[in-house]
C-alpha cells in the first residue's frame, strides 16, 4: 500500500466512501468460481524489457482521449510497453464483444460494460491471482463488487474477479445556469414534481426543457431515476441487475417511471427528435444552449468545463418526496484481461497503474471525469472550485450519505441496454407501446437473456 499524501479533501473523502459504500449491496472477495478461467500460467507483477505493445479496446467518445493519456503515462513509467487505444461505439462494442475475444485479434484490455455471458464462455481470465499479487484484496472490496461473477456464471457482486476500473461514473442532471436562472431556477428542486414546473417554465419560455440523446440510451437514464426515485423502487432495480432470483422489472414502479417519462415526451419537454440523437450530438446541443437540462453522467463534466468553465451545474436526480433519498446509477469503468492476451501480466500492471498512480488518477478526474477507485490512501486529486467536475464529486458524496449509488439496468445482462432498453423506450417515446407493455417486455428479454 503508498503511503498517503495530502490532497483536496472533498475528492480524496468522495474516493475513499466510495470504495466503502459502493452499490446497495456490498460483497467481500469471491471465493472459487468456475466461470472463468485462471491465468494460464504463474502471474508476475513484472513487466520485464522486451518490446511489449498493450492493446486496449475501449468505447468511442471520452474513453479514447482518457485511456490514451493514461497509455502515455504508463509508457513514460514503462518505456518498453506501448499502448494502443482502439474504439467502438458502445452498441457495437456490447453485441460484438464475444465474437471479438474469440477471434484471432485479441486485445489485452477490453472494456466490458457488461460481463454477461464472456465468463461462463470463458472469454475473460479470472484476476484474482492478479488481485493476490497486488493486493487489490487489501482494498475496500465493494468497489469490486459489480464484476465479481459466482460460480454459475451470473453476477452477483460475488464470487471471481475479472474486471476492475481506474474509477466510477455517477448520473445526474447538468443545467445551464443562464437558462436556468432565466426560468426562475435559485436552487436545484427538491423534488420530482418541482423539476416537473421547472421543464414547464422552460418551455412557456421557449426553451428546450431538456437535451437527452434516445438514440443510443441516454432516455434510460431518467427513466431508471424515475423509477427508483418517484416510484420507490431502488433495491428492486438493484436485485435486478444482480440477477437476485425472482428479481422482476415488471412492477408498479417501471409503469409509473415509464408513464411519466412519456407524458414529458408528449409536453415537448424531450426534443422532437431524442431517438435521433446519439451521445455526441446530445452535449453538443446542450453547450450551443439547446436545453436547460441535461441528465447525463460525470465522464461529461470535463468537456462541459473546457467549453463553458462555470457555465454548468449539476445536481442529483430529486426524490419523489422532499427530504427523500436521491439515487444515482454508477459503475467503474470497468477493463477485462481477455484469456487470448498474451500480454495478460503487462494488462494487469496497467490495471494496477492506473488506480494507484498519483498522475493517473488527476487524469482519470481530469479527462474522465470519474471519482478513482483504488486503495483508501491512495493520493487525490484536485478539481478547480465551481467546476463541473466539483460539482459531481460533491454530488457523489451526498448520494453516499444514504446509500443511493445503485448499478446500471443497462449492465444487468451483455445484451439488455441495445437490445430490449433502447429499443423499447423509443417505442415508448413514440408512443408505439405503453408503459405496461414496456415493462413486460423489458422483463421478457431480461429474463431470456438469463435463460429463464
Same mark, same amino acid.
Given at each position: 500500500?503508498?503511503?498517503?499524501?495530502?490532497? @483536496? $479533501? %472533498?475528492?480524496?473523502?468522495? =474516493?475513499?466512501? &466510495?470504495?466503502?459504500? !459502493?452499490?446497495?449491496?456490498?460483497?467481500?472477495?469471491?471465493?472459487?468460481?468456475?466461470?472463468?478461467?485462471?491465468?494460464?500460467?504463474?502471474?508476475?507483477?513484472?513487466?520485464?524489457?522486451?518490446?511489449?505493445?498493450?492493446?486496449?479496446?475501449?468505447?468511442?467518445?471520452?474513453?479514447?482521449?482518457?485511456?490514451?493519456?493514461?497509455?502515455?503515462?504508463?509508457?513514460?513509467?514503462?518505456?518498453?510497453?506501448?499502448?494502443?487505444?482502439?474504439?467502438?461505439?458502445?452498441?457495437?462494442?456490447?453485441?460484438?464483444?464475444?465474437?471479438?475475444?474469440?477471434?484471432?485479434?485479441?486485445?489485452?484490455?477490453?472494456?466490458?460494460?457488461?460481463?454477461?455471458?464472456?465468463?461462463?464462455?470463458?472469454?475473460?481470465?479470472?484476476?484474482?491471482?492478479?488481485?493476490?499479487?497486488?493486493?487489490?484484496?487489501?482494498?475496500?472490496?465493494?468497489?469490486?463488487?459489480?464484476?465479481?461473477?459466482?460460480?454459475?456464471?451470473?453476477? @452477483? $457482486? %460475488?464470487?471471481?474477479?475479472? =474486471?476492475?476500473? &481506474?474509477?466510477?461514473? !455517477?448520473?445526474?442532471?447538468?443545467?445551464?445556469?443562464?437558462?436556468?436562472?432565466?426560468?426562475?431556477?435559485?436552487?436545484?428542486?427538491?423534488?420530482?414534481?418541482?423539476?416537473?414546473?421547472?421543464?414547464?417554465?422552460?418551455?412557456?419560455?421557449?426553451?428546450?426543457?431538456?437535451?437527452?440523446?434516445?438514440?443510443?440510451?441516454?432516455?434510460?437514464?431518467?427513466?431508471?431515476?424515475?423509477?427508483?426515485?418517484?416510484?420507490?423502487?431502488?433495491?428492486?432495480?438493484?436485485?435486478?441487475?444482480?440477477?437476485?432470483?425472482?428479481?422482476?422489472?415488471?412492477?408498479?414502479?417501471?409503469?409509473?417511471?415509464?408513464?411519466?417519462?412519456?407524458?414529458?415526451?408528449?409536453?415537448?419537454?424531450?426534443?422532437?427528435?431524442?431517438?435521433?440523437?446519439?451521445?455526441?450530438?446530445?452535449?453538443?446541443?446542450?453547450?450551443?444552449?439547446?436545453?436547460?437540462?441535461?441528465?447525463?453522467?460525470?465522464?461529461?463534466?470535463?468537456?462541459?468545463?473546457?467549453?463553458?468553465?462555470?457555465?454548468?451545474?449539476?445536481?442529483?436526480?430529486?426524490?419523489?418526496?422532499?427530504?427523500?433519498?436521491?439515487?444515482?446509477?454508477?459503475?467503474?469503468?470497468?477493463?477485462?484481461?481477455?484469456?487470448?492476451?498474451?500480454?495478460?501480466?503487462?494488462?494487469?500492471?496497467?490495471?494496477?497503474?492506473?488506480?494507484?498512480?498519483?498522475?493517473?488518477?488527476?487524469?482519470?478526474?481530469?479527462?474522465?471525469?470519474?471519482?478513482?477507485?483504488?486503495?483508501?490512501?491512495?493520493?487525490?486529486?484536485?478539481?478547480?472550485?465551481?467546476?463541473?467536475?466539483?460539482?459531481?464529486?460533491?454530488?457523489?458524496?451526498?448520494?453516499?450519505?444514504?446509500?443511493?449509488?445503485?448499478?446500471?439496468?443497462?449492465?444487468?445482462?451483455?445484451?439488455?441496454?441495445?437490445?430490449?432498453?433502447?429499443?423499447?423506450?423509443?417505442?415508448?417515446?413514440?408512443?408505439?407501446?405503453?408503459?405496461?407493455?414496456?415493462?413486460?417486455?423489458?422483463?421478457?428479454?431480461?429474463?431470456?437473456?438469463?435463460?429463464?
Amino acid at each position: 500500500m503508498r503511503s498517503p499524501t495530502q490532497y @483536496r $479533501g %472533498t475528492l480524496r473523502a468522495a =474516493a475513499v466512501a &466510495a470504495a466503502a459504500a !459502493l452499490l446497495l449491496a456490498a460483497c467481500a472477495p469471491g471465493g472459487n468460481s468456475e466461470a472463468g478461467p485462471a491465468p494460464s500460467k504463474p502471474v508476475s507483477t513484472g513487466i520485464g524489457s522486451e518490446p511489449v505493445t498493450l492493446k486496449l479496446l475501449v468505447t468511442s467518445g471520452v474513453d479514447v482521449p482518457f485511456y490514451t493519456a493514461l497509455g502515455k503515462l504508463f509508457h513514460a513509467k514503462y518505456s518498453n510497453v506501448t499502448v494502443e487505444v482502439e474504439n467502438q461505439d458502445y452498441a457495437t462494442l456490447t453485441t460484438t464483444i464475444a465474437r471479438t475475444l474469440a477471434g484471432n485479434n485479441v486485445p489485452d484490455l477490453v472494456r466490458v460494460p457488461q460481463l454477461g455471458n464472456l465468463t461462463k464462455d470463458h472469454l475473460l481470465i479470472s484476476l484474482d491471482p492478479y488481485a493476490e499479487a497486488y493486493g487489490w484484496n487489501e482494498w475496500p472490496q465493494s468497489q469490486f463488487a459489480s464484476t465479481r461473477v459466482a460460480a454459475d456464471g451470473r453476477q @452477483r $457482486g %460475488t464470487g471471481s474477479l475479472y =474486471a476492475a476500473g &481506474a474509477g466510477f461514473g !455517477l448520473t445526474g442532471v447538468y443545467y445551464n445556469k443562464a437558462l436556468a436562472q432565466r426560468i426562475g431556477m435559485t436552487r436545484p428542486p427538491a423534488t420530482v414534481a418541482e423539476f416537473e414546473q421547472l421543464l414547464a417554465k422552460a418551455k412557456d419560455a421557449g426553451l428546450q426543457p431538456i437535451m437527452i440523446n434516445g438514440k443510443d440510451g441516454g432516455s434510460v437514464y431518467p427513466l431508471q431515476n424515475l423509477a427508483m426515485s418517484s416510484a420507490g423502487d431502488a433495491q428492486a432495480v438493484q436485485d435486478w441487475n444482480y440477477s437476485k432470483p425472482g428479481a422482476s422489472i415488471d412492477t408498479a414502479a417501471t409503469v409509473k417511471a415509464a408513464t411519466t417519462l412519456q407524458r414529458w415526451g408528449q409536453a415537448g419537454y424531450l426534443p422532437a427528435d431524442v431517438n435521433d440523437i446519439d451521445q455526441t450530438r446530445a452535449p453538443a446541443e446542450f453547450i450551443k444552449g439547446n436545453g436547460v437540462f441535461f441528465p447525463s453522467g460525470n465522464w461529461q463534466a470535463p468537456g462541459l468545463d473546457k467549453a463553458g468553465s462555470g457555465q454548468f451545474g449539476f445536481f442529483l436526480f430529486p426524490p419523489g418526496v422532499a427530504g427523500g433519498p436521491s439515487y444515482a446509477m454508477t459503475a467503474a469503468a470497468n477493463l477485462g484481461i481477455p484469456a487470448k492476451s498474451p500480454n495478460a501480466d503487462v494488462a494487469a500492471a496497467f490495471l494496477d497503474f492506473v488506480q494507484t498512480d498519483q498522475q493517473a488518477r488527476q487524469e482519470t478526474v481530469a479527462l474522465g471525469g470519474l471519482v478513482p477507485a483504488g486503495p483508501s490512501d491512495a493520493p487525490a486529486p484536485t478539481a478547480p472550485e465551481g467546476s463541473a467536475v466539483a460539482a459531481t464529486v460533491s454530488a457523489f458524496q451526498e448520494v453516499l450519505k444514504n446509500n443511493g449509488l445503485v448499478g446500471f439496468m443497462a449492465d444487468a445482462t451483455a445484451s439488455i441496454h441495445v437490445n430490449s432498453l433502447i429499443p423499447q423506450t423509443q417505442l415508448l417515446l413514440a408512443g408505439k407501446t405503453t408503459p405496461e407493455a414496456f415493462a413486460a417486455k423489458v422483463q421478457s428479454d431480461y429474463e431470456r437473456d438469463l435463460g429463464q
